[in-house]
């Protein structure tokens, strides 16, 4: 879960990186205006459960596209030098949304090693593992086999 003003610095920092103003279909509006209606968007989210009104505090509403958007800006700024390092050592990296699939011919120990490192990084964000001959990814089954790989897509049905 991302945390709202983390979300929002980040959004700021990628916005000032690409464009000074971000515009709209009427005018342009500053970065830091951007930010602050975005930070109110979030600290202003409420939702309903069991007939009770809550108010949002952490991350941003499931389903909303102003949060998918954030977490995938805070995901990108906290994965960039993880990417660096896959794409130096020239092993592949996908991500969706939380879902992550990486190659490495890193040892287990060198794995548990790196996953530790990037699981201290950001309290927020908890990197898991599995290790196989099989690997599942959004709804595709990757099995390893040599001398080529071969997926299978899975039905949720």
Request: proline share 2%.
């Given at each position: 879960?991302?945390?709202?003003?983390?979300?929002?610095?980040?959004?700021?920092?990628?916005a000032?990186?690409?464009?000074?103003?971000?515009?709209?279909?009427?005018?342009?509006?500053?970065?830091?205006?951007?930010?602050?209606?975005?930070?109110?968007?979030?600290?202003?989210?409420?939702?309903?459960?069991?007939?009770?009104?809550?108010?949002?505090?952490?991350?941003?509403?499931?389903?909303?596209?102003?949060?998918?958007?954030?977490?995938?800006?805070?995901?990108?700024?906290?994965?960039?030098?993880?990417?660096?390092?896959?794409?130096?050592?020239?092993?592949?990296?996908?991500?969706?949304?939380?879902?992550?699939?990486?190659?490495?011919?890193?040892?287990?120990?060198?794995?548990?090693?790196?996953?530790?490192?990037?699981?201290?990084?950001?309290?927020?964000?908890?990197?898991?593992?599995?290790?196989?001959?099989?690997?599942?990814?959004?709804?595709?089954?990757?099995?390893?086999?040599t001398?080529?790989?071969?997926?299978?897509?899975?039905?949720?049905?």
């Amino acid at each position: 879960m991302m945390p709202q003003k983390g979300a929002v610095t980040s959004l700021a920092f990628s916005a000032s990186k690409q464009l000074y103003k971000i515009k709209t279909h009427h005018s342009a509006i500053s970065i830091d205006t951007f930010a602050r209606l975005t930070r109110h968007v979030l600290e202003t989210s409420y939702f309903a459960l069991d007939g009770k009104y809550y108010k949002q505090i952490k991350g941003g509403a499931m389903g909303s596209a102003v949060t998918q958007v954030l977490a995938d800006i805070y995901m990108y700024e906290w994965e960039k030098d993880f990417l660096a390092i896959q794409t130096t050592e020239k092993q592949l990296y996908l991500r969706f949304r939380d879902d992550v699939f990486l190659t490495t011919e890193l040892s287990h120990d060198q794995i548990e090693q790196r996953l530790l490192f990037y699981n201290d990084k950001d309290t927020n964000i908890k990197l898991t593992y599995e290790i196989g001959n099989t690997a599942n990814y959004l709804d595709v089954t990757i099995l390893k086999r040599t001398p080529r790989p071969r997926t299978t897509i899975c039905s949720t049905i």
